[in-house]
């Protein structure tokens, strides 16, 4: 299954070997994805088994969040970016007023409260500020 997953996987593996060529960057396994740290303050973002993420959510619980992405990636193979990956990228950068507007949460969007599901992460109130997140 990891080649129908081609465009997330190979995506995930450039940007891991960009961030980790000297072995600078730190990084650990979570169940079979690894995760690695980019620092800042701009959130999270998996592709299939490379999950990267931020200076909060490096270390978080906000991982198995990210995890259900990889999920959802082992799921629908190679319409994950088509069916996740660019709405949930969309619901993120774009909708942020929408959601202020409208008291939505972030993970009540399909792509996130799915992930949220498989993931086993359970949203707290006020856990993550709006807008941290990818």
Excluded at 8 to 37: M, P, V, W
Excluded at 100 to 128: C, D, H, I, M, P
């Amino acid at each position: 299954m990891f080649y129908l997953e081609f465009p997330q996987n190979i995506l995930g593996y450039i940007a891991f070997r960009i961030y980790n060529k000297n072995n600078e960057q730190s990084y650990y396994k979570y169940k079979d994805a690894c995760i690695t740290h980019i620092p800042g303050r701009w959130g999270a973002i998996s592709l299939s088994r490379f999950i990267f993420a931020d200076d909060v959510y490096f270390k978080s619980e906000m991982i198995k969040h990210e995890y259900g992405h990889t999920l959802q990636s082992k799921k629908l193979l190679i319409l994950y970016l088509p069916v996740i990956g660019l709405p949930s990228l969309i619901w993120n950068r774009l909708f942020k007023g929408y959601r202020l507007r409208n008291k939505k949460s972030y993970y009540s969007f399909y792509t996130e409260s799915w992930a949220n599901s498989l993931g086993g992460f359970e949203e707290k109130v006020n856990q993550y500020k709006e807008g941290s997140k990818n």
